[in-house]
């Protein structure tokens, strides 16, 4: 069956990095574009950065631009989001989230605190 995991978040010092990463099986993961949203409490499910299905187009919220990093291994089904200089306002749920035309698979979401 078609599976997300992601894995890597925790609780973080201001300024401090994460690596989180999102492990697929069960579809072929090569031809799907793959994005990281989050969302924080009470506020609503946010884009973060999406990566085309080759890995050759990324792009990223204004929010996180220079901070943050997505890539992907197609070899090892996995997609990466890169996080530095990590402040408060980053907490949140993290997600990723596979598309390909209509179709939409998504993770369970990993916790991202930055707190001192």
């Known amino acids: 069956q078609v599976q997300l995991v992601e894995s890597g978040g925790g609780l973080v010092q201001p300024g401090g990095s994460l690596r989180l990463s999102c492990a697929a099986s069960?579809?072929?993961?090569?031809?799907?574009?793959m994005r990281w949203f989050r969302q924080a409490p009470g506020k609503e499910r946010e884009l973060v950065a999406p990566?085309?299905?080759?890995?050759?187009?990324?792009n990223y919220a204004d929010s996180v631009k220079g901070r943050f990093t997505i890539s992907r291994d197609n070899a090892k089904n996995t997609v990466y989001l890169q996080m530095n200089s990590l402040k408060p306002e980053d907490t949140a749920v993290y997600y990723c989230?596979?598309?390909?035309?209509?179709?939409?698979?998504w993770g369970q979401g990993t916790q991202v605190t930055v707190s001192s």
């Open positions: 990566i085309t299905s080759t890995g050759n187009s990324t």
């Open positions: 989230n596979a598309w390909h035309r209509l179709v939409n698979y």
């Open positions: 069960g579809f072929t993961f090569s031809i799907y574009a």
